[in-house]
């Protein structure tokens, strides 16, 4: 069932919020959080989670667009009066108001977007994993939601050159990311377990493989147990 159906599903289906577990990732930006997260959605056949594709479609939401640019001006904008996602990233990044302004309209919506998926996928299956790629997900308390975090330790060069290839950054705006985050030593030291990721898929793969016996073993909750407050 894709995205868009779960979300349709729940608006019509009052949750009832039966147990299951909840599993985050962690790590620096660049890191290999995603990897981890599906290699272990495949071990556990959990339900991946992930917050920037929930972003990605807010932006696609014309209510949500004409909210930032209230918020922020046309300068965030194209020629044709579109949203230009790239002009919007280097003002949040430049501008701390902007940001704020930003996350105040991003961050409900998602939340309340997660609320809805996992209410939803809970009531339909029975011995439910879910695994949550949220990127701030210690920044927005969404930690709470968890049973047990992973921590994906990768080395700041490694990090640095896979997300500068991949989004088309310079080493100074994944720095400027880096730093709005937090420290790489405070979200380490909140993990249940790390993971090396310096070298290859298959030993990072033999890695979660290790870790599945523990992964299993966690205990059930409810979603109202351990919603966060704010």
Same mark, same amino acid.
């Given at each position: 069932m894709g995205q868009g159906t779960i979300r349709e599903a729940f608006m019509t289906t009052p949750p009832q919020h039966p147990n299951f577990v909840s599993i985050g990732v962690s790590g620096g930006i660049g890191s290999g959080k995603s990897t981890v997260a599906r290699e272990i959605c495949v071990s556990l056949n959990a339900q991946h989670i992930n917050a920037d594709d929930i972003v990605s479609e807010l932006l696609q939401r014309e209510r949500v667009v004409n909210e930032i640019v209230s918020a922020l001006g046309q300068e965030v904008c194209d020629e044709m009066g579109a949203l230009n996602r790239t002009q919007l990233g280097s003002m949040v990044f430049r501008d701390e108001s902007s $940001?704020?302004?930003?996350?105040?309209?991003?961050?409900?919506?998602? $939340?309340?977007?997660?609320?809805?998926?996992?209410?939803?996928?809970?009531?339909? =299956?029975?011995?439910?994993?879910?695994?949550?790629?949220?990127?701030?997900?210690?920044?927005?308390?969404?930690?709470?939601?968890?049973?047990?975090?992973?921590?994906?330790?990768?080395?700041?060069? =490694?990090?640095?050159? $896979?997300?500068?290839? $991949?989004?088309?950054?310079?080493?100074?705006?994944?720095?400027?990311?880096?730093?709005?985050q937090m420290p790489i030593a405070s979200k380490k030291s909140l993990a249940d377990a790390i993971l090396c990721n310096d070298s290859s898929l298959s030993a990072l793969r033999e890695q979660v493989e290790l870790l599945v016996p523990r992964l299993k073993s966690l205990t059930p909750r409810t979603l109202s147990s351990r919603w966060p407050e704010n």
């Amino acid at each position: 069932m894709g995205q868009g159906t779960i979300r349709e599903a729940f608006m019509t289906t009052p949750p009832q919020h039966p147990n299951f577990v909840s599993i985050g990732v962690s790590g620096g930006i660049g890191s290999g959080k995603s990897t981890v997260a599906r290699e272990i959605c495949v071990s556990l056949n959990a339900q991946h989670i992930n917050a920037d594709d929930i972003v990605s479609e807010l932006l696609q939401r014309e209510r949500v667009v004409n909210e930032i640019v209230s918020a922020l001006g046309q300068e965030v904008c194209d020629e044709m009066g579109a949203l230009n996602r790239t002009q919007l990233g280097s003002m949040v990044f430049r501008d701390e108001s902007s $940001r704020l302004l930003l996350e105040q309209i991003l961050h409900p919506k998602v $939340r309340e977007i997660i609320f809805a998926e996992i209410s939803f996928l809970a009531e339909q =299956q029975p011995n439910l994993v879910v695994m949550l790629d949220i990127p701030l997900l210690h920044e927005g308390g969404l930690d709470k939601l968890c049973d047990f975090v992973i921590f994906v330790d990768t080395p700041e060069e =490694q990090r640095s050159a $896979r997300a500068c290839e $991949r989004h088309g950054w310079s080493i100074d705006h994944w720095q400027a990311r880096e730093k709005m985050q937090m420290p790489i030593a405070s979200k380490k030291s909140l993990a249940d377990a790390i993971l090396c990721n310096d070298s290859s898929l298959s030993a990072l793969r033999e890695q979660v493989e290790l870790l599945v016996p523990r992964l299993k073993s966690l205990t059930p909750r409810t979603l109202s147990s351990r919603w966060p407050e704010n």
